[in-house]
């Protein structure tokens, strides 16, 4: 089925279906069109439904857009800021729930760590997350930066969508919260997957594109232009959470000699720190087997592996990905 009409209704029915399904206390609530499709769904079945939102600043962009949507549903909006002195511990319990030493992973899954931590605080105890969707829309920088829309992306999106870590699941057994997922719906993911990708992203004719274009259009008569439009940024940039982490720890650690020790080409002091926390829990053990990581040399779930579960660096093809 590859009228447009048609997938409309068909994703329609199947977001309405899982958010329905999931029943969720409270909503992340972020400037991205698809927390906002599951707030506005929700909506119609939880009239006092919440929303939380959460910035490092009061210039983080979340603020502005997630504040519109929260309005326009007369939803009650909690905007939970992460402090300078906490964020140590928040980088620490990120880490070691996720075992991972990736920044850009890190940055994004601190909003998600402080994010159900306010949930608890507020005795919320279901809260709903929009991961899933950027894989499912291919509106990540690497899917979309794909030298070709070929058979090769389409293989490399479906291996990701089976090796997936879903980071609020990780980290929510720390915090004894249930967290919904509509977008990892069996059967929403078999449906988005069977799309072609010129219905899931629009090219336009000058080579640019609209990510998640497919979601966008079935829901742009529920939702605020401004924020069915907004450009795709990822989760630590909507937060301005990776800027100030980079910042933080950028004169910490002398990069050349982590390289030299370690073998991996480390990208920031601010990596440094974060690989410094797993070493001190014995929780990076390299692997020089032929199913290893490209950068880390951390062992691979198996052979068809698209993801380190240790660096959480994309590779494909005996190539690292640069997300």
Same mark, same amino acid.
């Given at each position: 089925?590859?009228?447009?009409e ?8 199947? +977001? ?9 206390n409270?909503?992340?609530l972020?400037? &991205? ?8 769904? &929700?909506?119609? @079945?939880?009239?006092d439904?919440k929303c ?12 502005? !857009? ?10 009650e ?19 070691l729930?996720l ?8 940055s994004?899954?601190?909003?998600? @760590? ?5 949930? *608890? ?9 929009? =991961?899933?969707?950027d894989d499912?829309?291919?509106s ?11 058979e ?6 479906n291996?990701?969508? =089976? ?19 509509p977008?990892?719906?069996?059967e929403?993911?078999? !449906? ?8 899931? %992203?629009?090219?336009?004719?000058? &080579? %640019?594109?609209?990510?998640?274009y497919?979601l966008?259009?079935? !829901?742009r008569? +529920?939702?605020p232009?401004?924020v069915?439009?907004?450009?795709? %940024?990822m989760? $630590? ?8 982490l980079?910042?933080r720890y ?7 000699? $982590? ?21 001190? =829990? ?6 020089e ?9 951390? *062992?691979?779930?198996s ?5 380190? %579960?240790?660096? &959480? ?11």
């Amino acid at each position: 089925m590859t009228d447009n009409e048609s997938v409309k209704s068909k994703i329609y029915e199947l +977001m309405d279906k899982s958010v329905k399904n999931c029943r969720p206390n409270a909503v992340l609530l972020s400037w &991205w069109v698809d927390s906002s499709i599951i707030s506005m769904l &929700w909506k119609k @079945y939880n009239p006092d439904l919440k929303c939380i939102t959460v910035i490092t600043n009061e210039d983080s962009p979340d603020k502005q !857009f997630a504040s519109l949507v929260a309005k326009e549903l007369w939803a009650e909006h909690i905007i939970a800021t992460i402090n300078q002195d906490e964020i140590e511990s928040l980088i620490n319990k990120v880490v070691l729930s996720l075992n991972c030493f990736n920044i850009y992973w890190v940055s994004a899954a601190i909003v998600l @760590y402080k994010w159900l931590e306010t949930a *608890k605080e507020l005795w919320i105890d279901n809260i709903a997350t929009w =991961e899933g969707s950027d894989d499912l829309f291919w509106s990540f920088p690497i899917m979309q930066n794909w030298q070709f829309w070929d058979e090769s992306l389409i293989d490399f999106i479906n291996r990701r969508m =089976e090796d997936i870590d879903v980071m609020t699941e990780r980290i929510a057994k720390s915090t004894g919260i249930k967290v919904a997922l509509p977008y990892h719906d069996k059967e929403l993911i078999e !449906f988005t997957l069977s799309l072609p990708l010129s219905i899931r %992203t629009l090219e336009n004719p000058d &080579w %640019t594109k609209v990510t998640k274009y497919a979601l966008r259009e079935t !829901f742009r008569w +529920m939702l605020p232009e401004i924020v069915t439009y907004r450009p795709q %940024t990822m989760a $630590f940039t909507w937060a301005s959470t990776l800027d100030t982490l980079i910042e933080r720890y950028s004169k910490l650690y002398d990069m050349e000699k $982590f390289r030299d020790e370690y073998k991996i080409d480390f990208i920031s002091p601010f990596e440094c720190h974060l690989f410094k926390i797993l070493l001190d =829990e014995w929780r990076y053990d390299p692997d020089e087997s032929l199913h290893s990581c490209l950068y880390c040399r951390s *062992k691979l779930r198996s052979e068809n592996s698209v993801h380190c %579960t240790t660096c &959480w660096t994309l590779q494909y093809n005996n190539t690292i990905l640069n997300f």
